[in-house]
Every structure is written in structure tokens, then in C-alpha cells.
């Protein structure tokens, strides 16, 4: 009947029932039962739901007891419950570890997590920080140099590049010119920003010439104007060659200080004329007496505290407050040096005093 | 999401990821790295995220990050893990806080999950089923499953001692 028998068990069952026909039938010795006729009573109790439905039993017990810790019974099925555990004492021991599988935080200690914030970005330009870098390099540099270099004064090698085609042409129609042809040389003496031109008339035979200051010229037809004070020797051309000058008789003039002081009194020529000298030579004499020769007039150069206050004012205006360099020597010697570029990024160096 | 809501974000759920993450691995390193890169990856997508969803955000990709390093720890597990309680009755008498810790490491990750999510960070059950990745009958399963289990384990542990 349950269908566990194979095909052989089952053909000797038959043979041995129709060889024994006396035997009562198998219905009676194996009555079958009938499944649908007796419904099983509990099957709706066998059934789950989360949360509970109904009142609490033996077999949904564990379930309202997690429902109560998870807060999902009714007021109703609270009191159920409440009543069920009180009615069997035995499973009060349940009821409390199922309320102690709550988890809790406590005695956990977080750590900040303060660096996970993020900041806004800051865009600086890129050549900002090459510039930045650059005048700081820089100013280190000349820090360096001006304090570590010895006491030997700065001095300053000028030259002057000078149109010399121009003279030697003059020289040259010197030469070619009769004795009594007076020249006159016109020389741009700048100092400052204001070109003021001189006019210097030649005359033969070595006399003295004169400077003439002329009308100031239009400042836009003006000879171009440099940072640097030395005169240059704009040109030379012969004057009246038909009508030369007395030398008693004084030519117009009208010298404004600057010019006065561009030539100093009583200077005397360094040209030395190997024999006579001829009119172009003395111009060439005059020119690099009076121009290219002179002696620049007195200044103090700059010292070793004029170079530490330049670098630590630069510092200063670069790196706010914070920055600066500081040197301190006692006599020759230098004891002390601090450089600062910024909060916490500097330089010192001591020396025993 | 902007740069202030996400600093925000730090402020208001960075304990609680760590908190998930701790009582998950009992490993306060491992909890710290869990913290790290879930707000790294929401800072990768910080203009994606929508500001009232970022706490979702944060613990499902804790939970994700969770799962995968106990995938990997299971690998690797040592001798000294499953023998636990045999240490504990030649020691002292553990608290119950580490006797349920014990238990709460034995729960599958998944049981693990739901029961921290709901425990530690009151999520309701859409919640944890959104965070999780789960339905909600499984949600409602699963934490019956764990605490049924957490009970039969700090059950047997009180008669051990």
C-alpha cells in the first residue's frame, strides 16, 4: 500500500495470494486510511507571523518575546503575554535572555573622525607661486651674498658707448680744415630725467672754447633720456668757417647749474698733445676730459646694513610679519643670522661670541 | 550634496558607521578603515548623493564593505576562534556584554546586520531592508533568527558558568 515493494516482491505476492485463497482479504488485515476525513486540528497554530498574531502559546512563545523587544506587540497581546508568563513560571528564564540579546553602544569609545572633512579648495595661480619662490630665492641670495662677502666697498664700472664715427669723422674734417675754422660740438648731457644739450664752440689754436646752453627743445624732438647719468657725443660739425671767433668776445651763454656742475672749475685736460696739438685733437681732449674722464661725483656706497635692511624689508613685504632676516656681528665679526620665510620655516645660524 | 552637508554628514553619522562596524568585527582598526572608506566613497560621488539620503547611503556601503571583510576573514579563521569557550571557562568569568558579543560574532553577517542596524541604530524594518538589500519579510525573519539565537547562546553560556 505504500508502494515500497519492487516489481518482483510484488509478482510473489500476488502468486502466494492466489495460492492461498482461504487467507482474508487484504483490505481487511490493512485497512487504509483516508487522509481527507480527519483534518488536522492545529494547523493554523503551526502557522508564523512576524509579528505575532493572536495570543502567545508554548509553540509561539519565542516569537511575541522577540516582538516585545523588537516593540511590535499590541497593547492586547502585551498584557497576553504577560499573562502567559505568570501563568507558566518556566519560561520567565526565556522571557529574560531574550531581553538581553538587546545590543548596546555602551563603553565603546568612538575615535574623531574630524579628518574625514573636507575643505574648500584654494586656487593659487601657478606663476603666484613660481613668482613667490623666485624673489625668495632671490632675496636669500643677495642675503648670502651681502653678508658673507668681505668689507671691500662696491664699485661701479661704467661704460659708455660712444658714436665714435662720428668723432672720428669730425677729427678728420679737423684735419682737412684750415687753422682759423671754429667747430662746434654739441654734447647731450643727461642727469636725471632731463637731457640738457651743451654746445661747445672750438676755437684754433688750443684756446679755451665755451659751452653754450641752448633754449631747451621741444621735449617731444628731446634726445632720449637714460636711467644712467653720463653724457654721450651726439655730433660735430664746423661753425661760421668763413668768420672766425675773437676769443676776447663771449659768446652767449646761459649755463644752468646742472651743466656748471657737469664740469667741474679748473679741471684740467688729461689729453696731452704729443706736439701741437690741432683742433680736433682738442675736441678729442675736451670730449674725454670733460665727459668721458670725469669723476662721478662723491657718494657713500651701500654697506652691509643697507643690504640685511633691503632684504629684511623685501622679506617682510613678501612674507608678511613673520618673515624677515636679522643679522647681528659683533665688529667684523658676524655672531648672529636668522632667516625667516614664514610661520615655522627658517634659518638661524649662531656663532661663539 | 554640497561641500557643508557632506562635513555634515561626518559630524552626525560617522559614530554610528562605527559603531556598526565595530560590533560587526570586534576589530577597532578594521571598524576605523570601515568609517574611512564608506565617506570616501561618498565623497567620490558627494554630487550624486541626495543630502536626505546619505545616511542610507553611508551604512549600505558599510554593510557592503562589512560583508566582504568577513567573506574574506572566514578564510582565514584561527584555531583560537572556535575555541572560545573552553578559554573563557579557564578564565575569568566573562560579563554578559562580551558573552553577547560572543554570540553576535556566531550570528551569520547577514542575521549580524539587521540585528546591529536595528539594535544600535533603531532603523525600522524598511529601513534595514533598503540598507540591506533584503525584502521585508526577510528583514522581520532574520532578526528573529538572531535574536532566538543570541538567547540559545547566552542561555548556554549561563549554564556553562
Request: proline share 7%.
Amino acid at each position: 500500500m505504500d508502494g515500497r515493494l519492487t516489481t518482483q516482491q510484488e509478482r510473489a505476492l500476488d502468486a502466494f495470494l492466489t495460492a492461498n485463497p482461504d487467507l482474508p482479504a487484504l483490505q481487511e488485515v490493512l485497512p487504509g486510511i483516508d487522509a481527507g476525513a480527519v483534518p488536522f486540528p492545529g494547523t493554523d497554530a503551526l502557522k508564523r507571523a512576524f509579528p505575532p498574531i493572536g495570543t502567545p502559546d508554548a509553540y509561539h512563545l519565542d516569537d511575541f518575546l522577540v516582538a516585545r523587544v523588537e516593540g511590535d506587540l499590541t497593547m492586547e497581546q502585551e498584557r497576553a503575554l504577560d499573562r502567559y508568563l505568570l501563568a507558566h513560571p518556566g519560561n520567565e528564564r526565556d522571557a529574560r535572555l531574550v531581553m538581553l540579546t538587546r545590543i548596546v553602544a555602551a563603553g565603546l569609545v568612538v575615535p574623531s573622525f574630524g579628518h574625514l572633512k573636507r575643505r574648500q579648495a584654494r586656487i593659487i595661480p601657478l606663476f603666484v607661486r613660481f613668482a613667490a619662490a623666485a624673489a625668495v630665492a632671490a632675496l636669500f641670495s643677495i642675503a648670502l651674498w651681502s653678508v658673507l662677502r668681505g668689507d671691500e666697498p662696491t664699485r661701479r664700472v661704467q661704460v659708455a658707448e660712444l658714436p665714435t664715427p662720428d668723432i672720428d669723422n669730425a677729427i678728420q674734417k679737423a684735419h682737412d680744415s684750415t687753422s682759423d675754422v671754429s667747430y662746434e660740438a654739441t654734447i647731450d648731457h643727461v642727469d636725471g630725467g632731463s637731457t640738457d644739450k651743451i654746445v661747445r664752440v672750438v676755437r684754433p689754436g688750443g684756446a679755451p672754447g665755451t659751452d653754450v646752453h641752448p633754449a631747451p627743445s621741444d621735449p617731444a624732438s628731446s634726445p632720449r633720456t637714460t636711467r644712467e647719468s653720463w653724457p654721450q657725443l651726439a655730433e660735430a660739425r664746423p661753425v661760421h668757417p668763413a668768420a672766425p671767433m675773437d676769443p676776447r668776445v663771449p659768446v652767449a651763454v646761459d649755463v644752468p647749474e646742472q651743466a656748471i656742475a657737469a664740469v667741474p672749475d679748473g679741471a684740467e685736460l688729461a689729453y696731452e698733445p704729443r706736439s701741437a696739438p690741432t683742433v680736433a685733437e682738442f675736441v678729442l681732449g675736451t670730449v674725454r676730459e670733460r665727459v668721458l674722464d670725469r669723476t662721478a661725483a662723491p657718494e657713500s656706497p651701500l654697506g652691509k646694513d643697507d643690504a640685511v635692511a633691503a632684504v629684511n624689508k623685501g622679506l617682510k613685504r613678501i612674507g608678511g610679519s613673520e618673515a624677515g632676516v636679522q643679522v647681528e656681528r659683533t665688529g667684523q665679526r658676524i655672531t648672529h643670522f636668522d632667516l625667516r620665510l614664514g610661520r615655522g620655516l627658517g634659518v638661524t645660524a649662531s656663532r661663539g661670541r | 550634496m554640497t561641500l557643508a552637508e557632506y562635513n555634515a554628514a561626518v559630524d552626525t553619522h560617522a559614530d554610528g558607521i562605527y559603531r556598526f562596524a565595530w560590533k560587526h568585527l570586534r576589530d577597532r582598526d578594521g571598524a576605523k578603515d570601515i568609517v574611512q572608506e564608506s565617506f570616501a566613497r561618498l565623497w567620490v560621488k558627494v554630487e550624486d548623493v541626495d543630502a536626505a539620503k546619505v545616511k542610507s547611503y553611508l551604512f549600505t556601503t558599510a554593510h557592503h564593505l562589512i560583508v566582504d571583510d568577513v567573506r574574506k576573514s572566514a578564510r582565514s579563521t584561527t584555531l583560537e576562534d572556535h575555541h572560545e569557550p573552553l578559554r573563557w571557562t579557564a578564565q575569568s568569568p566573562p560579563d554578559l556584554q562580551k558573552v553577547l558579543e560572543e554570540g553576535l560574532a556566531r550570528l551569520p553577517e547577514v542575521q549580524r546586520s539587521v540585528v546591529l542596524l536595528r539594535d544600535l541604530e533603531g532603523y525600522s524594518y524598511e529601513e534595514v531592508a533598503e540598507l540591506t538589500g533584503l525584502n521585508l519579510t526577510q528583514v522581520k525573519v532574520y532578526i528573529y533568527r538572531g535574536r532566538t539565537a543570541l538567547k540559545d547562546y547566552i542561555g548556554k553560556m549561563e549554564l556553562v558558568l
